[in-house]
C-alpha cells in the first residue's frame, strides 16, 4: 500500500518545525527516522496533512554529560546512542538496551527521541527512561516544558506530548559508581517486539545487603511499569535465588494486574522469568543457579 497524500515541510528549526505542526491544527506528524511513522504511513493507520521533517534541524543530534546527567538529542540514531563511550560509561544500561532495539538497519534510522515519543510498551528506550527517571524536553507553541518519564506514557502508543509539540532531547541520570545493572527481555526472535522484558538497577552494601533497586516491567502493559511492591520486598535483605525468584513473581503480579489478553498467562511466566535474571545480573548472582 501507498500512504495517503500529504504535505512536507522540511523544518530548518524547532520554532518552525512547532509552528508547522501548530498550523496543521492536530493533523500533522513529525518525521525522523520513520521507522515507525512510515510502516503507519504505508498502512494508512496514520493519515496526516502534513510531515514536519526535522532531520535537518541544527542542535537536535547528539550525546553529551553534563551536570551529571546524560542528555540525548532527539534525532540521534539509536545505533548512535548504543555506540557511543559517553553513554556506554555515564549509563550503560540505556546503551545495553539500545542494542536490543530491532535489527541493525532500523537502529540506523531510527531516532531515541522518535522511540520516546512514540511511546511502544514493548520499547526498550521509554523503558529505561521510565526505570531512572529520566525527563524529557517538549517544545510547543507556548515555550519549552520539562516532563518526567513517569508522567510521560499514559497508554497504548500515548504521550502527554500534544499535537503542536515537539520531543527536543531526552535527559538520564549518570548511574553511580556503585550501581549495577541488568537488562533482559524476549521475543520469538532476535528483531521482534518484546513480548516481556525487564531492566534492573541496584546497589548493594558491602556486606551485600541491597541498599537501592530499580524495576522496570516492560511488554506486558499498555506502558512500562515500576515494580515498586517487588523493589520494597528487596530492601534490606541479601539477595537469594529464592528472593529474587520471589521478585521476579511479584514485578509480574504489579505489571500485569489488569491484562485481558488470552496469552496473559504466557507473558506473566516471561516477565518473572526476565526479572528474576535481570536481577540477578545486576546483583552479581549467578544465574545458572537461579534457573
Request: glycine share 10%.
Amino acid at each position: 500500500m501507498k500512504p495517503s497524500s500529504f504535505s512536507y515541510v522540511r523544518a530548518g528549526s524547532v520554532e518552525e518545525a512547532v509552528g508547522a505542526l501548530a498550523a496543521a491544527d492536530g493533523d500533522g506528524k513529525v518525521l525522523a527516522g520513520g521507522q515507525s511513522l512510515v510502516p503507519l504511513l504505508n498502512f494508512r493507520l496514520a493519515a496526516p496533512s502534513v510531515l514536519v521533517d526535522i532531520n535537518r534541524v541544527p542542535g537536535l543530534a547528539g550525546v553529551r554529560v553534563d551536570e551529571g546527567r546524560l542528555r540525548i538529542g532527539a534525532t540521534t540514531r539509536a545505533r548512535v546512542l548504543e555506540l557511543d563511550p559517553l553513554a556506554r560509561q555515564a549509563v550503560p544500561i540505556l546503551a545495553a538496551a539500545a542494542r536490543w532495539v530491532g535489527h541493525v538497519q532500523i537502529r540506523n534510522r531510527g531516532t531515541v527521541g522518535g522511540s520516546v515519543a512514540h511511546g511502544d510498551p514493548a520499547a526498550e528506550i521509554p523503558a529505561v527512561c521510565h526505570l531512572l527517571d529520566a525527563t524529557v524536553e517538549i517544545a510547543g507553541p507556548n515555550g519549552v516544558r520539562t516532563v518526567e518519564a513517569a508522567d510521560l506514557f499514559v497508554g497504548f502508543l500515548t504521550t502527554t506530548i500534544g499535537e503542536d509539540e515537539l520531543l527536543t532531547s531526552i535527559s538520564v541520570p549518570v548511574l553511580d559508581a556503585g550501581d549495577r545493572w541488568g537488562f533482559e527481555e524476549f521475543a520469538h526472535r532476535r528483531g521482534d517486539f518484546a513480548l516481556a522484558g525487564s531492566g534492573v538497577v541496584a546497589r548493594t552494601s558491602r556486606d551485600g545487603v541491597v541498599e537501592q533497586v530499580r524495576i522496570v516491567v516492560f511488554g506486558t502493559a499498555d506502558r512500562p511499569v515500576r515494580a515498586t511492591r517487588a523493589e520494597a520486598s528487596l530492601i534490606g535483605e541479601r539477595p537469594t535465588v529464592e528472593r529474587l525468584a520471589d521478585a521476579g513473581a511479584a514485578a509480574a503480579d504489579e505489571a500485569m494486574e489488569e491484562d485481558p489478553r488470552p496469552d496473559a498467562g504466557y507473558r506473566h511466566g516471561l516477565a518473572r522469568t526476565m526479572v528474576r535474571r535481570a536481577l540477578a545480573s545486576a546483583l552479581l548472582l549467578d544465574e545458572g543457579k537461579a534457573k
